[in-house]
């Protein structure tokens, strides 16, 4: 919830299009989520970014965890363990503007994502 409400307000300080918003925190919540659930725990950081005079908000998660042993079957359409919102990451990847991954095995994950205004 705190990943929830911290990235709305960000959203709302950048002056995201309530779509954009949604978007964006319902990919956060799967994202989180992911975090905890898949990766042991981990963290989140976000903010708001301004490049070439566009504003978006960016978000990252991190996490320690086993990693994700076959990134393209994760990403895959309609992938979900089934306990989450039915998103899987390929579902939050489709929900953002950019979407980008590193994971190793036994080495944790990491996802930034950022929508932009």
């Known amino acids: 919830m ?8 960000l959203a709302l300080d950048a002056g995201l299009r309530l779509i954009d918003q949604t978007k964006l925190v319902t990919a956060v919540s799967e994202l ?3 975090t905890v659930v898949h990766g042991g725990g981990g963290f989140m950081t976000a903010g708001v970014v301004d490049q ?3 504003k978006g908000v ?3 998660f991190a996490d320690e965890g086993p990693g994700i042993a076959d990134v393209n079957e994760a990403l895959r359409e309609g992938f979900s363990t089934g306990d989450g919102l ?3 990451l390929g579902g ?3 929900l953002v503007h950019e979407f980008t991954l590193e994971t190793a095995p036994a080495r944790g994950t990491t996802v930034r994502v950022v929508s932009w205004r």
Do not use: T, Y
Not at 2 to 9: F, G, I
């Open 52 to 54: 070439a005079g566009r």
């Open 92 to 94: 939050a990847k489709r």
């Open 32 to 34: 989180a989520r992911n």
């Open 2 to 9: 705190r990943a929830r409400h911290a990235v709305r307000q």
């Open 58 to 60: 960016w978000a990252e």
């Open 86 to 88: 039915g998103l899987g």
